[in-house]
């Protein structure tokens, strides 16, 4: 029995159960997306190629040891050939897999958790690891509707940028959920055996257009404090361009001056931040309270 998803505003029927992820009803004109099991034969020749992925007549085939190999065809299909257990490639399909398919259909994808703030949304950009999930859920406990956890797509609109709804939860570490009271909102595990799990946001929004960027990075050094500031057109479109989805798989598709494009049309329609946060986690609130500041700031 297939199962339905909206992602990245895609309408998704799956053969795979999606934990973490609210199905819905299969609406009319058929799927965008298809996610199916099957076998993954390999392409060739291929156009370019990794240790692990290869691109060849519009597919985008990739592996991950143990756990499965995935097929990405044309920006419509993705096949999924188990080799461990299922729930382990959940993960690589919601994440990687949904990536390149977005950059096969031209998205500007980001590197970006989002929440909605009176009609407007923000994204929380950086790389792994630098806080975007968990400061997404304190922003919606102070009032914010979430939208994406960890990559969030834009479409333009009359060239208005949105980011697109999407169905997928907040995925929290453990330690994170217990600091933000949200136990009684979580759900199964994102991977065993590691301590990090769905949960139901307090809110939810539809997709709104994009009025702030901030470019999340980590201090170099310990001892240095919360700091933001705002940036100018060059050095917004550089980290902007740097916190792409998968940035380098893009480049290797080919994908290089349409991104520059789709960020200069970016830039006009936003204010985009940097925000410096400690080595030490336990300036958490520190953090937070600035980026309440310029979530929260008429600007």
Known sequence: MSMHYVISGLKVESDIRFPGVAEASPGEGGPDVRVRKGVVRSCSPARQDGSNWFISDGKFQFSIPRIARMQVDSGREIVVECEGK?????????GTAFGILLHQRNSLILHASAVSHQGRA??????????????SAALCQAGCSFISDDVSAVRFENGVPMI?????????????????????RRGEAVRDPIEKYHVEPVSKSD????????????????????SSEPLGLSDAAALL??????????????????????????????????????????????????LCSIVFRDD
């Open 241 to 290: 361009r740097s916190d792409v989805y998968r940035s380098r798989l893009a480049s290797r598709m080919g994908r290089d001056a349409s991104i520059f494009s789709q960020i200069a049309g970016l830039l006009p329609h936003v204010k985009v931040y940097r925000l410096v946060r400690p080595l030490e986690n336990e300036k958490q609130d520190e953090v937070v309270d600035l």
């Open 207 to 226: 997709a709104v257009p994009l009025s702030k960027i901030i470019v999340l990075r980590q201090a170099m050094f310990s001892g240095r404090g919360t």
């Open 164 to 184: 697109l709804s999407d169905s997928r939860q907040h995925r929290l570490w453990h330690d994170a959920i217990e600091k933000l009271a949200l136990a009684d």
């Open 86 to 94: 299922e729930v382990d490639a959940i993960p690589f399909l919601l």
């Open 122 to 135: 923000i994204a929380l950009c950086g790389p792994s690891g630098v806080g975007k999930s968990t400061l």
